[in-house]
């Protein structure tokens, strides 16, 4: 069942890496800056929440410092939400060649996981500069920071692919969960821990999405005190599966998804 | 072996979107998680059939055109073949790698140089390796002619230079069978000629299923032809039957003809022209639709005037093909009563025919001075024989002249 799914991203690796290229060169053209707002962009929320915690305006409620807190936590996130939108609205995006070439869903929705590994990747050395700073880990935890980027990234192309579905349909989609990403992200602990600002409103710690932020988050603070990678492994390992047995069943609807573009 | 398998496809499509939208999506969902099996789509009373039970097959070496009016099924038939749709009912089946010139520049970001849309467009081709696509898209960039333009961005390209880049990325995929819809008229005339060397080297070794309107191209270009009308193939077979056919359905329909906005309406002044009586004939008055070429074609009309205009009632008549007028006689220039005792009995017209072959729509008018007393848009004459290299909507002539030398 999967096999056709992974040789037709091996078939159109090319395919992936140039799209992804495409979509990159085509964002910075024009632009005085060019290629910088690639790492700015994803840069100034993280200085911001730095800057508020430097000059005492976030303080910290728990042992984890906030700094730490704020960078790892809306990186995961932007990670997650951005693959989540980016991948649902891949066919849209790019119906333009979906409607007039034959190439199958799959490459499309995998470069569309490009943009949220550029912005991972501009925040990477500021996460192991502050790791470096304030966890306890040892060289082989630290190696395993750069792949903390694929369980969010597999849940965001899971959902994102599932959803893509639906926004072929209703295009309302894009608006609402753009909606929902911003308003969870602060609603759900994810930079914010969630007492300290609605502790009457505890179930939305329940946001399965932050329960694994919160996992990932405590593993590289202190390896010690969770069995967080665990958790992650078998959570990757069971995302992986479903986002292929998802994929070859929506292969199988592409026809009638394309008359839909 | 038959490069395509076309086996009884029909192809439904829903009439109104927006009140489906939800039962479909449903449908949809629930087929992707297993709920509901995936079945042929039976035909429902919301769905107007684009394709009805099409069946033929392709071998390799030959090139097929899918000729027909708008709205036929031939580009929807295409997509089949290419796999963008799924056929309602039926079954297509391909052995070999398809390549589809359907629109050239598809997925083109204009921002980006030629190069990198090139890179782009060759990405789309499976399993290519690095020295390979380097050496396709140097073949593309000199087949294009583009050399000194490549590292522009494509939006400071004129339209024929990027329907070139367009025509050459997509055609150096090395196809077995190649679809083409309406593109071949990319650029200036030598590089088309270059397109059809290119198309006809495919050939050889592969399979072409060509759309188009032009008759001229397809007569030159394919070996066999399917008309198509409303979603039917009517016929099969050789292309100039297909083309005649096309050519008499096209005439028949004249009531679409007669709709047309770009040739005017009716109209009828019936407080001074009465009982009007117009149509073509022979010199023996029988009515007559179809003309051969340089054959004198007759035009009667009868009518009671109501009031006698005197010299000042003026008659004209302009031609039309295709929507563009293309001849017209007038009584202001050529000799003809329109006196009120004629116009009873009935006048008859002698019309030299320089027409080329084809329908001719045509309407009589009758004017006083500025105002109009009839339009009435007749229905179209055809001139019969259809030639590929004769081109051009009239006919010019010569004889042979005896050289005459200076003393």
Known sequence: MFKPVILELLRYRSFIFYSFLKNIKSSSRNNILGWVWVIITPLIPILLYIFLQEIGFLKSSDQMPRAFYVVFGITFWEVFSGSTLGVMSAPVDNKGILKKKKIPFTPIYIAALGQPFVTFLVRLPLMFFLALKYSSLSSFEFILLPLSFFPFAILGLSIGVFLSVFYCYIRDLKNVLNIFFKYMMFLSGVIIPVPSVFSQLKFLEFNFVYILIEKVRYYFYSAEQTNGEFYVLAFFAVQILLTLLLISRISREEGQLRERL | ?407
């Open chain 2, 1 to 407: 072996m038959n490069l395509i398998e076309v086996n009884e496809v029909s192809k439904f499509f829903e009439k109104s979107e927006k009140k489906n939208v939800v039962r479909e999506l449903a449908k949809t969902v629930l087929r992707i998680l297993g709920i509901v099996k995936k079945k042929a789509i039976s035909k429902e009373a919301n769905h107007f059939t684009a394709l009805k039970e099409i069946s033929f097959s392709i071998k390799k070496g030959e090139a097929i055109a899918l000729i027909g009016r708008n709205g036929a099924g031939k580009s929807t038939l295409l997509k089949i073949i290419n796999g963008l749709y799924d056929p309602s009912e039926g079954s297509v089946k391909v052995n070999g790698k398809i390549q589809a010139l359907i629109e050239l520049g598809a997925g083109f970001h204009y921002d980006l140089t030629g190069r990198e849309n090139l890179l782009f467009a060759v990405s789309m081709i499976p399993n290519l390796k690095k020295k390979d696509r380097e050496f396709l898209i140097n073949e593309i960039i000199e087949f294009s002619e583009l050399n000194e333009f490549i590292d522009f961005p494509v939006k400071k390209y004129s339209s024929g230079m990027k329907a070139r880049l367009g025509f050459s990325a997509a055609i150096f995929a090395n196809p077995d069978i190649l679809l083409v819809d309406e593109v071949l008229s990319v650029g200036d005339f030598r590089f088309r000629q270059k397109c059809l060397r290119k198309i006809n080297e495919i050939r050889k070794d592969a399979a072409v299923v060509l759309v188009s309107h032009n008759l001229q191209t397809v007569k030159l270009f394919c070996t066999r032809a399917l008309l198509f009308d409303r979603g039917t193939i009517v016929f099969d077979g050789d292309v100039q039957k297909a083309i005649n056919l096309y050519r008499k359905s096209e005439a028949r329909d004249e009531k679409e003809i007669l709709k047309n906005p770009n040739l005017g309406e009716d109209f009828h002044n019936n407080e001074i022209v009465s009982d009007l009586e117009v149509f073509w004939c022979d010199e023996f008055l029988t009515p007559r639709k179809v003309f051969s070429k340089n054959e004198p074609i007759y035009l009667f009309f009868k009518a009671t005037l109501l009031v006698d205009c005197g010299k000042d009632l003026v008659f004209s008549m302009p031609f039309w093909r295709d929507n563009i007028n293309i001849s017209s006689i007038s009584s202001e220039y050529d000799s003809c009563d329109l006196s009120v005792s004629v116009l009873k009995k009935g006048q008859l017209l002698k019309i030299h025919n320089i027409f080329n072959s084809g329908p001719i729509d045509s309407c009589f008018i009758l004017t006083l001075k500025s105002e109009y007393l009839v339009r009435k848009i007749l229905e179209p004459f055809e001139i019969s024989g259809f030639d590929a290299r004769v081109h051009g909507v009239a006919l010019c002539s010569f004889k042979e002249e005896p050289k005459k030398e200076e003393n």
